[in-house]
T-cell receptor
Framework: DTEVTQTPKHLVMGMTNKKSLKCEQHMGHRAMYWYKQKAKKPPELMFVYSYEKLSINESVPSRFSPECPNSSLLNLHLHALQPEDSALYLC????????FGYGYTFGSGTRLTVV | GQQVMQIPQYQHVQEGEDFTTYCNSSTTLSNIQWYKQRPGGHPVFLIQLVKSGEVKKQKRLTFQFGEAKKNSSLHITATQTTDVGTYFCAGSTGTASKLTFGTGTRLQVTL
């Protein structure tokens, strides 16, 4: 299995809702990432998990809460989002955070719309 | 913080023409990676360069890493419509965990 699977593919949520994005990989990768991508912009790093521990938080607002239940799963919990948080949320994985290896494998993303 | 700029932002070529995108970092990089993102898709890893002055080829694609490890380029020979997409360079100054993406170059190819 050489894929990163993200669910849901699309999500529309109100500003008072709580939702979660899910990401799964079975490549044995030990580093997992959340990126945010706005239209016509590059992906921006949000969080890095290395060996199931949060190693980087790029000053992301607390309304975004990551969780790594095990080495194959990564969640992003969303609460009280703003319309400007609407974007494509990409999950990625790599062999580990010290060895660049074969690059990042990205999931197909969750397209989030906050209304 | 680290900034990675790419030029041009957009290029439209006729099929069969060559294409080059340039990537420049404000800081010295430990490595550079290249990704392609098709319209409506997600970034797909193309290649990684680590050594100063390194050149790698993948069929019609040629990747270079500058001697000072602050710039890189991607050259496509004889473009095809399947080359359409946005090409991102992405660099890191240390460990693999913090990869900063360049601003991207969107390539459009018409017959």
């Amino acid at each position: 299995d050489t894929e990163v699977t993200q669910t849901p593919k699309h999500l529309v949520m109100g500003m008072t809702n709580k939702k979660s994005l899910k990401c799964e990989q079975h490549m044995g990768h030990r580093a997992m990432y959340w990126y945010k991508q706005k239209a016509k912009k590059p992906p921006e790093l949000m969080f890095v998990y290395s060996y199931e521990k949060l190693s980087i938080n790029e000053s992301v607002p607390s309304r975004f809460s990551p969780e790594c239940p095990n080495s194959s799963l990564l969640n992003l919990h969303l609460h009280a989002l703003q319309p400007e948080d609407s974007a494509l949320y990409l999950c990625a994985s790599s062999q580990d955070s010290l060895n660049f290896g074969y690059g990042y494998t990205f999931g197909s993303g969750t397209r989030l719309t906050v209304v | 913080g680290q900034q990675v700029m790419q030029i041009p932002q957009y290029q439209h070529v006729q099929e069969g023409e060559d294409f080059t995108t340039y990537c420049n970092s404000s800081t010295t990089l430990s490595n550079i990676q290249w990704y392609k993102q098709r319209p409506g898709g997600h970034p797909v890893f193309l290649i990684q360069l680590v050594k100063s002055g390194e050149v790698k080829k993948q069929k019609r694609l040629t990747f270079q890493f500058g001697e000072a490890k602050k710039n890189s380029s991607l050259h496509i020979t004889a473009t095809q419509t399947t080359d359409v997409g946005t090409y991102f360079c992405a660099g890191s100054t240390g460990t693999a965990s913090k990869l900063t993406f360049g601003t991207g170059t969107r390539l459009q190819v018409t017959l």
